[in-house]
């Protein structure tokens, strides 16, 4: 497989030269362990400029973030509510209902984007013993197809949550994607929308190994520490993942990185949309395309510029843009699928 820069995922991609500075800046001399330290009293702070009050704890992956997050709200009693395209459902290895014991209940979705409709039908058996709990609303922003949630359709999301006596808990590792896609902040589509919960990533834009739980009710954060460190995701040079989010928002690093990723998936969507055999089968509103194209061809074109298939069954391509896509990536990607076809 050859060096470049491919479309599989923005997980592939190099970190930010911002970003090793500020490591290097961090590898000097000695600071106090397990989050004690400098950079991560600074980072908290940073984090709290852009969200508000709220609670910050740094992890190493965004599976640890969801996973913990959502453990913090529940019992193995409960359930929780999700898209059948979640993150938590698909890409987690059964982390989520292992470490929870609770049972996921997925809605189909065409669009990755869950309604009040679809959630009102799941929420019924409470105080029936012989039923899961419902307990969480878990939706993820980005979405795994690269669609966006708009901030009502949020806040509509967290007032059946909390009528419920339920949490909405967001995976946020493409928050910045959507907040650039939608010409808002990020609070705006968290912590204002009603969002009790949020795992904020910065891994897929930019950063090396930086995830964080954030609790915008104090009052849930109360024992995350423990369950923080019992959970295997307290870092003892907490530091180094402190001071990548201290860089990646004091400049609006995320901005910058988010609006490239998604300008690029936007121009490679302008040039494959009008080609014959191709079909964009999303709307592109983050760093995501997808399309139908003939299965034949799917070979020639990972040789080239690696990419996953999203849904074997049609032939369904998922091509990521990166902070680091550049523009020649796209039009040597569209020259090869071209002559593929």
Known sequence: MKN?????????????????????????????????????????NAIRKHFGDCEVFFVFTGTGANVLGIKAVTNSYNS???????????????????????????????DGKITPQMVTKQLKG???????????????????????YKPDEIKN?????????????MDGARLANAAVSLGTDMKTISADA??????????????????????????????FKYIRKQGMQLASK?????????????????????????RMAQLLYKEVSGIEW?????????????????KEIIPLLQKEYFFYVWDEDKSEARWMTSFDTE???????????????
């Not at 105080?127 to 966006?148: C, D, M, N, R, Y």
């Not at 523009?327 to 076809?341: N, P, Q, R």
């Open 4 to 44: 470049r820069r491919g479309f599989a995922s923005d997980n592939n991609s190099g970190i930010h030269p911002e970003i090793m500075l500020a490591l290097n800046n961090a590898n000097k001399g000695h600071a106090i362990a397990y989050g004690n330290d400098d950079d991560t009293g600074r980072a908290v």
């Open 80 to 110: 929780i509510i999700c898209a059948d395209t979640a993150h938590i459902n698909i890409d987690e290895c059964g982390a989520p209902e292992k470490f929870t014991g609770c049972k996921i209940i997925t809605l189909e979705t065409p």
């Open 126 to 148: 409470f105080g029936f013993e012989h039923h899961a709990q419902p307990k969480v609303i878990s939706i993820s922003q980005s979405t795994e197809l690269g669609t966006v």
């Open 157 to 169: 999301l967290a007032d059946i949550a909390h009528k419920n006596n339920m949490f909405l808990h």
């Open 194 to 223: 009603g969002v009790d919960i949020l795992s904020f990533g910065g891994t897929k834009n930019g950063l090396l190994f930086a995830e964080s739980v954030i609790f915008f009710n104090n009052k849930l954060a109360g024992d």
């Open 238 to 262: 907490m530091r180094f993942i402190s001071s990548q989010f201290e860089a990646y928002l004091n400049d609006n690093l995320w901005k910058k990185n988010a609006a490239h990723a998604n």
């Open 278 to 294: 191709v079909k964009v089968t999303q709307k592109v509103e983050s760093n995501g395309v997808f399309a139908i194209i003939p």
């Open 327 to 341: 523009e020649e990536d796209i039009y040597g990607f569209v020259k090869h699928l071209k002559k593929a076809l």
